[in-house]
């Protein structure tokens, strides 16, 4: 027996190169953007657990930037899905009763497009035969618009869907983007503020936490305007930052307007200033560092990713002691035979540089 609906969602990888069409840079691994650490203390697969997407069909197709319509069409094929699809992408994350937005939904005609809250969000509603349509037509050869190199999800999101909704269905809830490694950061910041809000916090106050360790700041630690997640520890200075579970600040070390996701190590005397710095097993920034800066310079490799002055360090890779990295930097991690790659030459890198090992 078909349902009305059916619901959706492509879990995005991030880690892919943007030759290929990929926003997110330093990931070591196709990480899901599901499984990406969020927030301090969670992945936003938590958010995820706090919709009531498991209450309606549904699926969760994992896609890359790259990928074909196959998964799509194999999923079409089958009988049981209804006449009508909701579609919606972890790149932007939302939060809603998706039971309550199935009766906000009349006849669809066309495409239709969702906003959650106050946000246009990338959720859109169509009839099973016109998506069926459109992701044959992909298969068959790349539609003009396709883009050279791009996937099925950037031409459904970004030409197909974006261009061609016919009308906007309101409904409540919570809805955020993530669709490159800028507007990671950028939303992972956007916690220092969010926590003002009460609806948020509530929200915020549902998610389980993926750790239970206690926080420590040492009696040198300075906090300003910053969220530390459980087991971090900080000797040293951080202002207008989130600092992710089990994170480890050194003595006479400076974090500003920075992100730093779980595992890493910084050491004494380190300054890291509007970076977004991804963990990886036993990484670690030693001593005399010097990351990131305040310009706006942007990277002349990734210039649409790495915006703003934003510099990011790759998963993994140990940076040395007293190396230099400007403003607008990439740096990228390499495995080889199932171990990371180092150097153990500091780096000295001009405003928009990339270094890969």
């Not at 958010?47 to 999923?75: Q, R, T, Y």
């Not at 169509?126 to 396709?146: C, H, M, Q, T």
């Not at 939303?187 to 206690?214: H, I, P, Q, T, W």
């Not at 490799?301 to 915006?307: K, N, Q, T």
Request: hydrophobic share 40%; proline share 3%.
């Amino acid at each position: 027996m078909s349902h009305n609906y059916y619901t959706i969602l492509f879990d995005e990888a991030a880690g892919n190169s943007p030759e290929d069409g990929g926003r997110f840079v330093g990931f070591l691994d196709r990480t899901l953007l599901s499984a990406l650490p969020l927030w301090g203390n969670f992945k936003a697969s938590d958010l995820l657990e706090m919709s009531n997407l498991h209450l309606v069909p549904h699926a969760v197709l994992p896609l890359d930037a790259s990928s074909g319509a196959k998964p799509l069409l194999d999923l079409l094929g089958d009988s049981k899905l209804g006449k009508t699809v909701l579609l919606g992408r972890t790149g932007n994350l939302t939060v809603l009763d998706w039971t309550s937005l199935q009766g906000h939904l009349r006849k669809v005609r066309g495409i239709v497009k969702v906003q959650v809250g106050n946000i246009p969000s990338d959720l859109y509603c169509v009839d099973k035969r016109s998506l069926n349509e459109i992701a044959a037509g992909f298969a068959k050869g790349k539609p003009i618009g396709a883009g050279s190199g791009a996937g099925l999800l950037a031409y459904l999101f970004e030409k197909v869907f974006a261009e061609g909704f016919e009308r906007i269905v309101k409904c409540g809830g919570y809805s955020f983007f993530m669709r490159d490694s800028y507007e990671y950061y950028r939303e992972n910041l956007m916690v220092l503020e969010r926590l003002n809000d009460g609806a948020f916090v509530e929200l915020y106050a549902g998610m389980k936490a993926v750790s239970v360790s206690n926080t420590v700041v040492g009696d040198r630690g300075v906090i300003r305007n910053s969220f530390l997640g459980n087991g971090s520890v900080v000797h040293g200075c951080v202002e207008n930052s989130v600092i992710f579970n089990g994170v480890t600040v050194g003595r006479n070390s400076t974090i500003r307007n920075s992100v730093l996701l779980p595992s890493n190590r910084i050491g004494e005397g380190v300054e890291i200033s509007n970076c977004l710095v991804l963990g990886g097993k036993d990484r670690s920034i030693e001593q005399g560092c010097r990351i990131g800066g305040d310009g706006s310079v942007h990277n002349g490799d990734y210039p649409l990713i790495l915006r703003n002055g934003l510099t990011i360090i790759g998963e993994g890779i140990t940076i040395p002691a007293r190396s230099r990295i400007g403003s607008g930097c990439l740096v990228l991690g390499k495995v080889e035979h199932g171990r990371t790659e180092q150097t153990k030459t500091p780096l000295d890198l001009a405003d928009g540089a990339t270094f890969r090992l």
